[in-house]
């Protein structure tokens, strides 16, 4: 069936490095990727997005590569910030109408 | 327009007790959702609406449950009989109609008592 899930529920990072946050999915149907960022108390928020038709897609202190052969893909948080601690999700749209998020994975930044 | 707005934030309510949730979404977009997060959990998707025609609805969303989008601008969430196990953050989320990076609320966190 649909998954997708995350390696790690949470990672720790010292003020400054870079984040890696992993997501794994199962369906090879699936051809477009969301990361949401959530903080506490707050609903997700939009942070970037991917089609099957890239590797790689960047934003702000943000990348997203996406390995369509391993069903992996990853966001990439450049020099971390204490306002990134945060929960974050991917998410697969499933069909036009809704989309399948996973766990999540909490990331505390370490001051 | 300050985004979407989702009223009240936080509701406490006996079992039994029927509640209603308000979501008014960004005011050009067209799609609007309800999803439900459990502690611990990704949001699930409960229900759609695109313009004031409700057109998913998840098997989550039990008869207890109802949502209404009368003129296809905001949206109420009503359930009926609460148990428990609705202990949850309810979260509404708007889009326009080609784009999957929805708008979230900051939700109505219910429990039930």
């Given amino acids: 069936g649909e998954s997708v899930g995350l390696h790690l529920p949470t990672l720790s990072v010292q003020e400054g490095d870079n984040s890696i946050i992993n997501c794994a999915y199962s369906n090879s149907a699936s051809d477009y990727f969301i990361w949401y960022k959530q903080e506490s108390g707050k609903g997700p ?3 970037i997005d991917i089609r099957s038709n890239m590797d790689k897609r960047q934003g702000q202190r943000v990348t ?12 990439q948080i450049a020099a971390t910030q204490p306002g990134d601690s945060a929960v974050y999700f991917c998410a697969d749209p499933l069909g036009a109408n809704n989309l399948f998020f996973g766990t999540g994975t909490r990331l505390t930044v370490i001051p | 327009d300050t985004g979407v707005s989702q009223d009240p934030r936080h509701k406490i309510t006996k079992r039994g007790q029927n509640v209603t949730f ?3 979404p960004i005011s050009e977009h067209n799609r609007l959702y309800w999803y439900r997060q459990t502690l611990g959990q990704g949001p699930e998707f409960l229900t759609y609406f695109q313009n004031e025609a409700q057109l998913e609805k998840s098997r989550l969303l039990s008869d ?4 209404e989008r009368p003129k296809g601008s905001f949206s109420t969430l009503e359930i009926q009989r609460t148990e428990q196990g609705d202990s949850a953050m309810y979260l509404c989320a708007s889009s326009s109609a080609s784009n999957y990076g929805y708008t979230f609320g900051s939700g109505t966190r219910l429990t039930v008592v």
Avoid at chain 1, 64 to 75: A, D, E, G, P, Y
Avoid at chain 2, 64 to 67: D, K, L, V, Y
């Fill in chain 1, 64 to 75: 997203v590569l996406l390995n369509k052969t391993v069903k992996h893909l990853s966001l």
């Fill in chain 2, 64 to 67: 207890r449950f109802s949502a």
């Fill in chain 2, 22 to 24: 308000r979501c008014d």
């Fill in chain 1, 45 to 47: 928020q939009f942070i």
